[in-house]
């Protein structure tokens, strides 16, 4: 319960740090370059960090996993 609590709090203050800032910006990546609000740039930023880090969890959890069945 406390961590839904406090990620709830997490994604409140990002919510609030998102909506102050919402100056057009120029996002260049290898051969991409495009302009969007920089609230959608931190959004997708955030976004794409939790996959990131939620897909390294579940490849250690399942690596576990796996090594267990072997034993």
Do not use: D, H, Y
């Not at 290898?30 to 579940?58: N, P, R």
């Amino acid at each position: 319960m406390m961590v839904a609590i406090l990620l709830l709090l997490i994604l409140g203050l990002i919510t609030l740090f998102v909506l102050q800032n919402t100056l057009p910006v120029t996002v260049s990546f290898l051969f991409w370059k495009f302009e969007a609000s920089l609230a959608i740039v931190i959004f997708i930023s955030v976004i794409l960090g939790m996959i990131f880090v939620l897909a390294l969890i579940f490849a250690g959890r399942f690596k576990r996993f796996i090594n267990k069945k072997k034993v």
